[in-house]
């Protein structure tokens, strides 16, 4: 006989943007919530589609993988697409040895009813400008928001001048 897993989660509609995801019961800290799932496509297929709603260019359910692949959350995906970014996430995405699958795990003990979030960490090739920043502006709210999802270069220390 399957043994049946527990639902941790439900999808509804974010406060913060669009849809989200909400813990269905107290999750504890540790907790391999569910998987990202989707097609598994090439970067430069991912780049062709791009944007894939014009009218919103920088959303996408894309998850770019280590070994090169990207999944594809909006072709054959399931709910993990709909969980938002957080600069103090309660959960991380944790790739598997191999860098083919994803899973979404709960960093610490999440109440009943708390939206579900980790940090999508974006990498952009080259310079980060203040458009790229507000194009891919984060939302959350956190004392810690860094203003954007994008992954930031750690800042420089400025040299005393030596006189």
Same mark, same amino acid.
């Given at each position: 006989?399957?043994?049946? $897993?527990? /639902?941790?989660?439900?999808?509804?509609?974010? #406060?913060?943007?669009? #849809?989200? /995801?909400?813990? %269905?019961?107290? &999750?504890? %800290?540790?907790? $391999?919530?569910?998987?990202?799932?989707?097609?598994?496509?090439?970067?430069? =297929?991912?780049?062709?589609?791009?944007?894939? #709603?014009?009218?919103?260019? @920088?959303?996408?359910?894309?998850?770019?993988?280590?070994?090169?692949?990207?999944?594809?959350?909006? +072709? !054959?995906? #399931?709910?993990?697409?709909? &969980? +938002?970014?957080?600069?103090?996430?309660?959960?991380?995405?944790?790739?598997n040895? *191999?860098?083919?699958?994803?899973?979404? /795990?709960?960093?610490? *003990? &999440?109440? !009943?009813?708390?939206?579900? @979030?980790?940090?999508?960490?974006? /990498?952009?090739?080259?310079?980060?400008?203040?458009?790229? $920043?507000? =194009?891919?502006?984060?939302?959350?709210?956190?004392?810690?928001? $860094?203003?954007t999802?994008?992954?930031?270069?750690?800042?420089?220390?400025?040299? !005393? +001048? =030596?006189?």
């Open positions: 006989m399957k043994k049946s $897993r527990p /639902v941790w989660h439900i999808v509804k509609r974010s #406060n913060l943007h669009g #849809n989200g /995801v909400f813990a %269905a019961q107290d &999750i504890p %800290a540790g907790t $391999r919530i569910l998987n990202y799932a989707g097609k598994r496509i090439t970067p430069e =297929q991912a780049d062709d589609m791009h944007p894939v #709603n014009p009218d919103d260019p @920088f959303h996408t359910f894309f998850f770019a993988l280590s070994s090169g692949k990207v999944i594809d959350g909006g +072709n !054959k995906g #399931n709910d993990a697409r709909w &969980i +938002n970014h957080a600069c103090s996430p309660n959960c991380q995405a944790e790739e040895a *191999d860098g083919t699958k994803v899973r979404i /795990v709960a960093l610490r *003990d &999440i109440k !009943k009813g708390e939206e579900l @979030f980790y940090d999508y960490g974006l /990498v952009i090739d080259g310079k980060i400008t203040k458009t790229l $920043r507000k =194009q891919y502006q984060c939302l959350c709210g956190s004392p810690k928001c $860094r203003g999802m994008l992954t930031l270069p750690p800042e420089r220390k400025k040299r !005393k +001048n =030596q006189g």
